[in-house]
């Protein structure tokens, strides 16, 4: 299986501040990477499928790069409610997911 | 708007068996693959099995390959999951999650916000 490792685990940042996060698989996923947002007791949320596509209804400040093993999720001015725990996923073979990245308010 | 909303969770013991629902809204439930996914205390997600639109066919994790059962009632908007012969690894959240086809792949986009099982004596 393809291991996806999430990074930073948790990260702080302040109202504003752009924000990234980072995913890297064990090979290539061929841009098969989605970006889910899950806030406390809530559902997840997609945010990114295939990359860079953003989905319907998500602000535009959040946006996604990356190739081959090396994916970003990049939050452009952070608000309050971006509060939550990020996680990648790939589904360019047998689906697997990061471990998540908690994003805390500094 | 989209909805799942699963139930069914709780204490099981070990060896036991547990039937989660997940009863979908918002949208044409038999045109969509329905997944389960888990998430174990302090571990990533772990997707455990599908079920294709018609019901014709499922797919499983191997951890999980003959102890669960995906099944969908089409005409209600439910997927289902029964779970037998359970072990205490098996303790974690469980989400029902639509599958879509994003560039020519099964991905994922709606999910649950989960139902809980614990497995213990």
């Known amino acids: 299986d393809i291991q996806m490792t999430q990074s930073p685990s948790v990260l702080s940042a302040s109202v504003g501040d752009r924000v990234t996060l980072n995913c890297k698989a064990s090979?290539?996923?061929?841009?098969?990477l989605n970006w889910y947002q899950q806030k406390l007791g809530e559902a997840p949320k997609l945010l990114i499928y295939?990359?860079?596509n953003l989905q319907t209804g998500i602000p535009s400040r959040f946006s996604g790069s990356g190739s081959g093993t090396d994916y970003t999720l990049t939050i452009s001015s952070l608000q309050p409610e971006d509060v939550a725990t990020y996680f990648c996923f790939q589904h360019n073979s047998w689906p697997t997911f990061g471990a998540g990245t908690k994003l805390e308010l500094k | 708007e989209v909805q799942l909303v699963e139930s069914g969770g709780g204490l099981v013991q070990p060896g036991g068996s547990l039937k989660l629902s997940c009863v979908a809204s918002g949208f044409t439930f038999r045109d969509y693959w329905m997944n389960w996914v888990r998430q174990a205390p302090g571990k990533t997600m772990e997707w455990i099995g599908d079920?294709?639109?018609?019901?014709?066919?499922?797919n499983y994790a191997p951890s999980v390959k003959n102890r669960f059962t995906i099944s969908r009632d089409n005409a209600k908007s439910i997927l289902y999951l029964q779970m037998s012969n359970m072990r205490s690894d098996y303790t974690a959240t469980y989400y029902c999650v639509r599958g879509t086809i994003a560039a020519g792949k099964p991905s994922f986009d709606y999910w649950g916000q989960g139902v809980m099982v614990t497995v213990s004596s």
């Open positions: 079920i294709k639109p018609d019901g014709s066919n499922t």
């Open positions: 090979q290539n996923i061929n841009k098969y």
């Open positions: 295939n990359t860079n």
